[in-house]
């Protein structure tokens, strides 16, 4: 299709869809891929990571052609609005795009436009792994004990954004209908309210957890855990994680047992080739990541679990200004770094882009270049060992040198070319 704002590249192919497949890609060695700086520190974070990824591809005989397509402040200076449908329009034609942080105006008629993004694509699984590079100081003793996937539910839960605010008409009516139509008396406190509602669908919940269920089949992980507060919230968390149960039960066979079979049946020996299905109570599941890292593996949970869940996680080995992201659809991934867009730091060429640059890994792994992932991966924990880093990683280490953003991403660039 033909965009009107968007240059498209001279050369490169699109990526599409194998005929007969939902979720498998036909993928060119010179694709087109759409990239989305960002707001705030996304432009020194954005070009940053689009270099080291450009190497990986180069050093291992590709090419990627980079498509520059706008949402933020970028979007608000070419379209005078914060989300053009072209850019929607841009990433669901090429299938594979990756964007650094944004900021949502206040006022600006989106909650996020980070949920919008995976609203309008149906980018309905939020991956966040976590795992420990050598070389990042990090708050706990040993942050190498980490090493798993969060499933983070993308489209439901609070970030529904069904609530009503406070002094509105609505919002008295939706409290008058709770309380007289459905019987709450007495449980809204009187005096100015705000009220929301939190729909968690099978529908939602099972196509989640069959997606955190085939990544640890096809990634030889032993476990996935189903984490909910269903003690409380019995009908929307607990049934959450009755319907992963379900999925687990009914369409794994043998591939999948439950905890309960696994103790009940084989007194705690996990077959081979088989993935384990357990569940835990989230309060609980942020002291055990600290407790028993190294119990867990791939976490399938809602939305704002999931979010709180993966920034614990990713504290335990280093920070945000690590920590990688993607968005998941059926034939459609939009990478992204999990931290946000810092606007103090813009235009500083200071901040780390590690997250976006692994957020990138994350992108060749779903085209299924494996070789170029494994070369960023390794050449950013090269990088960092060796004590070259950016101000958020030197002020923390002994006889490190302090890069800049751009001269951090040179330098990884320059493991890449070693290690090839």
């Not at 049946?265 to 609980?284: C, F, L």
């Not at 867009?341 to 780390?352: F, H, I, L, R």
């Amino acid at each position: 299709m033909s965009y009107d704002k968007i240059e498209q590249p001279e050369t490169g192919e699109k990526i599409t869809l194998k005929e007969g497949a939902e979720d498998e890609l036909e993928v060119p060695d010179n694709p087109i891929i759409p990239i989305i700086y960002g707001d705030g520190v996304g432009s020194d974070v954005g070009p940053a990571a689009q270099s080291v990824l450009e190497a990986a591809a180069e050093a291992t005989g590709r090419d990627i052609n980079w498509m520059r397509v706008y949402a933020g402040e970028s979007a608000r200076e070419k379209y005078d609005e914060n989300l053009p449908q072209e850019t929607v329009e841009a990433i669901k034609e090429h299938r594979v795009a990756i964007k650094g942080p944004l900021t949502t105006p206040v006022g600006a008629g989106f909650r996020s436009l980070n949920v919008a993004l995976r609203k309008k694509l149906d980018l309905y699984a939020n991956v966040r792994p976590t795992y420990y590079l050598d070389g990042v100081p990090s708050p706990v003793s040993e942050p190498e004990q980490m090493n798993m996937v969060t499933f983070r539910e993308n489209t439901e839960d609070v970030y529904a954004g069904i609530e009503w605010e406070e002094g509105t008409d609505e919002v008295e009516q939706v409290k008058e209908f709770v309380e007289d139509e459905m019987g709450a008396t007495g449980v809204i406190h009187d005096g100015p309210v705000g009220i929301g509602i939190k729909p968690i669908t099978e529908f939602g919940s099972k196509r989640l957890i069959r997606r955190a269920i085939d990544y640890a089949l096809e990634h030889d992980r032993d476990s996935v855990t189903l984490v909910h507060k269903g003690n409380i919230m019995k009908f929307t968390e607990g049934q959450f994680r009755d319907w992963g149960y379900e999925v687990a039960e009914e369409e794994y066979g043998d591939e999948v047992i439950t905890e309960d079979t696994l103790w009940e049946e084989r007194d705690g020996e996990q077959p081979e080739d088989a993935v384990v299905v357990n569940d835990r109570i989230a309060d609980n599941m942020l002291q055990q990541l600290l407790t028993r890292t190294d119990q867990y593996d791939v976490i399938a949970t809602m939305n704002l679990n999931g979010d709180y869940m993966s920034d614990a996680a990713g504290a335990q080995i280093g920070g945000l200004g690590i920590a990688p992201g993607s968005n998941f659809g059926d034939g459609l991934l939009l990478a992204e770094p999990v931290h946000g867009s810092a606007p103090k730091y813009e235009g500083q060429d200071k901040v780390n882009p590690t997250a976006m640059i692994l957020s990138g890994r994350m992108m060749l792994e779903y085209m299924g270049w494996d070789d170029a992932a494994d070369l960023v991966r390794d050449a950013v924990e090269e990088t960092i060992s060796s004590g070259k880093v950016t101000y958020d990683l030197e002020r923390q280490l002994d006889d490190a040198e302090k890069l800049a953003t751009s001269e951090y991403a040179e330098e990884v660039v320059n493991n890449i070319e070693k290690l090839s």
